[in-house]
Every structure is written in C-alpha cells, then in structure tokens.
C-alpha cells in the first residue's frame, strides 16, 4: 500500500494542513499519510500551542493515518538539522515511499538543482563564497553568488531562497540525497497566506473545495489572533470544523500555551548557570553565553530577552530556539553523537487510525528501529545508551510543558508513561 511521508508541527493545525494531507495523497497516489510531528516544543524555539496529543488527534481526524513524534532535538533545531532528524526518522521506518512538503515555488526540479549544488559544494562555489564572505557580504548573499557561479543556469531561480518554505524543502531534498533514500520527493504549492504572515486569511482568499472553509491563515497568524484576542471564536473559519471543536473543549484547560508561559521557568536556569556560563548547550558559543549573561538581570519576560539578545547575525528565532535548548537541557555533546549515530533509535507513536493498522504491521516488519507505543516497554527496545538519553530528554520535555500547563490552568498533570496514545 503507498505511503506518503509529511513533516509537520501543526502549531495549531489548520486549514491549509488539512488541504496539504489531501494534495499530498492525490498528487502521489498514496492510500496512507504518516506524519512526522514535533513534540511539545516546536522549531521557533517556543511551547506549541497545545499539546502534542491534542495536535495528532486533530490530524487523525483529518486525513493522517500514522502520527510519530520528532525528538525534541531535532523539533527544535535549525532548518538543517530538523530535516535531517525528520528525514531520517521518516526514512528508517522503512515503508515510506515518498514525501510531500509545501513550498512557495512548487517546481521540485529547481529545488532539487539547488540542493545538488550545496550538497556538493565545487571548488568554484567554495572559492566564491569565502571571497564574498571575505569583502563582508551577508552570508545568503555570498551563497547566491556562489550558487551563480557554479550553476548559472540557477541564476533566474535564486529568488525561492528567499521564501522559508523553500529553504525548507530543500533542506529535506539535501537529507533524502546524502541518505541516497529511495523515498520520493513531491512538493505542493502553498497557497493563501505566507508562512511568517501574521494577519488572519478573510473570506477573499479562496480555498479548494475539498476545505470546509474557504480561508486558510498562516499558523503563526491563528496563533497571534488567539493570544491578542482571548476568544477563539476569531479562527473559527481558519481550521476545520472538527478540530475547532478539541480547541472549544479545551480552552482554557489545557490550551492555549504561549511563548511567555515559559519566562519564569527559563529565568531561573539562566540564573542558576550563569556562573558557569552556556556554552555547553547546542548552537551556543562563548559571544552569546556572554551576552545571556550580561542581558539577564534586567530581562524577565521572554520576548524581551529575546529582543535583546538578538542581532544581525542572530535572529529573533535562532536565540528562542538557543534559549530553550538551555532550559530543555539539549547539549551540543549529545547531538552530535545523534547525528554520527544515523539521527534517530527508536520511532515514537502518538497515534493512528484503527483501518490503518496495515502500516504498524509493515513497519514493525521492516523498520530499521523499534516502533514505541507504551514507554514502559521503550528500554527493552532500545539497544543502545545514547538512544535511551535521547528519549529520557524527549520525556522531560513533555512533562515540563505538562507543568506549565498543569500551574497555568489548574489541571491534572500530563504524565508521559500513563498517557495513551490516540486512537481513533
């Protein structure tokens, strides 16, 4: 049976990914979707929304038959390495037999050419690259230059490396080509709004017609509209019928978490290390472990620690993804040891569809790791020490968010070794 492959976050799920699960099926041909999802944190270096059982529930009911967790690891790394992570992880379970991402440019041949190039990285883009670098050219210019000079047929395309979308997409092409994957790429034009637009899709914004609602937001404008408006009656029309119905059961009790829930928590191990300094965690030299600790004392909020650290080299949202690699305790150490180790050992089960239990069979057959659906058995089924630590940090991930949740709400802790996976 055809199984098509979809990485994910679903920071709400909404309206596009829902048309996305359908694209996907219908333009590879494929009768199941597994999803690759990321967990309680996501790659902007921030909580999800809602929690990752809400999340694989909403995409069970739209058209996903398999939901497994990214390691917080990867979920919460750069581009690079959350599509490495994601590849592997996706490719090991051994019955994909193709992937379909979003894009704003849709031609997977001129993402592919584009890959090809940084993967293999020819003494002319190597040369031109450290020359520009050298005169002072911001780095994206410098590798367009670089990309021009060893492929001038790319010259004309160079603008899809403006879109994050893209960047994306040929981050994944980048891992399934230097894993020689058989699995095949398909991508799937994005339509409605971009991905870092923040306001809210109207009803001029056609949808196809397999959506039940003809707008379709970005998630991070959905998420905006939540947090400013406290009423979620704003993005009824932004995400399907069935899943505004989990949100409408759990607002206010479970849902909805921001960026700022995590400020105290993050403050206090800043404090506690930094004595010691930061540069330990991943991504994180001994320039911004400095600047941590010289912005600390006047920087309680999270948004304003993160204004304050960042700069012209920096982003906004590579220092909240280094920041919570502090707080979630992700060492540069460990992830290079993943990373030398083929990424993943194990593939966490969220959830799936009852008619979709052909794919459990199939992958239990021929996976190439243990397929975890009860963390009671995951130590037997792990052979290995680094593979055990990564899913302990995946663990702690999950019940830190569950605490933020359980003192925010006054709710009943989430815990990770009784909660159930999601069967529908």
């Not at 893209?166 to 034009?189: D, F, H, M, W």
């Not at 379709?216 to 932004?238: F, G, P, T």
């Not at 991504?283 to 012209?312: E, M, Q």
Request: glycine content about 4%; aromatic content about 8%.
């Amino acid at each position: 049976m055809k199984t098509v492959g979809i990485i994910a976050e679903y920071n709400p799920f909404h309206n596009g990914h829902k048309y996305q699960i359908e694209k996907a099926k219908e333009v590879t041909g494929a009768e199941r979707c597994i999803i690759i999802m990321s967990g309680d944190f996501v790659q902007r270096g921030t909580p999800a929304i809602m929690d990752k059982y809400l999340r694989t529930k909403a995409a069970l009911m739209c058209g996903a038959d398999l939901v497994i967790e990214l390691p917080v690891h990867y979920a919460t790394a750069s581009a690079e390495y959350f599509a490495s992570g994601s590849v592997a992880l996706l490719d090991r379970l051994g019955v994909a037999d193709c992937i379909c991402f979003g894009s704003e440019c849709g031609d997977i041949d001129i993402l592919s050419g584009i890959a090809d190039v940084l993967i293999s990285e020819s003494d002319e883009f190597k040369n031109v690259l450290k020359q520009r670098l050298k005169e002072g050219a911001s780095y994206p210019k410098a590798r367009n230059e670089a990309i021009c000079a060893a492929a001038p047929h790319l010259a004309e395309h160079l603008d899809v490396l403006n879109h994050p979308n893209n960047i994306l997409g040929i981050e994944y092409l980048k891992a399934l080509k230097r894993r020689k994957s058989s699995i095949k790429p398909y991508t799937v034009s994005r339509i409605g709004a971009g991905y870092n637009d923040i306001d809210l899709a109207g009803a001029q914004n056609p949808m196809p017609s397999t959506c039940e609602s003809n707008v379709y937001s970005s998630a991070l404008a959905i998420r905006k509209s939540i947090m400013s408006k406290n009423d979620i009656s704003v993005i009824n029309e932004q995400v399907p019928n069935r899943v505004y119905g989990i949100m409408e059961e759990t607002y206010l009790k479970t849902f909805p978490i921001f960026p700022e829930d995590i400020s105290l928590l993050l403050h206090y191990k800043l404090l506690q290390e930094q004595d010691i300094g930061f540069e330990r965690y991943f991504d994180i030299d001994t320039n911004f472990s400095d600047k941590i600790k010289k912005y600390l004392p006047n920087s309680l909020r999270h948004a304003g620690l993160c204004d304050v650290l960042k700069s012209k080299n920096m982003t906004y949202t590579r220092v909240a993804r280094n920041l919570l690699h502090i707080l979630l305790n992700i060492y540069q150490s460990d992830v290079d040891t993943y990373c030398l180790q083929d990424y993943v050992y194990y593939a966490r089960m969220l959830g799936f569809r009852k008619e979709a239990a052909d794919i459990l069979s199939a992958i239990k057959e021929i996976s190439s790791i243990p397929l975890i659906s009860k963390l009671a058995d995951a130590e037997d089924c792990i052979k290995s020490a680094a593979g055990i630590k990564m899913l302990q940090c995946d663990i702690q991930a999950s019940h830190l968010y569950s605490m933020i949740v359980q003192h925010k709400f006054n709710c009943d802790f989430c815990n990770e070794y009784t909660e159930p996976i999601i069967i529908l």
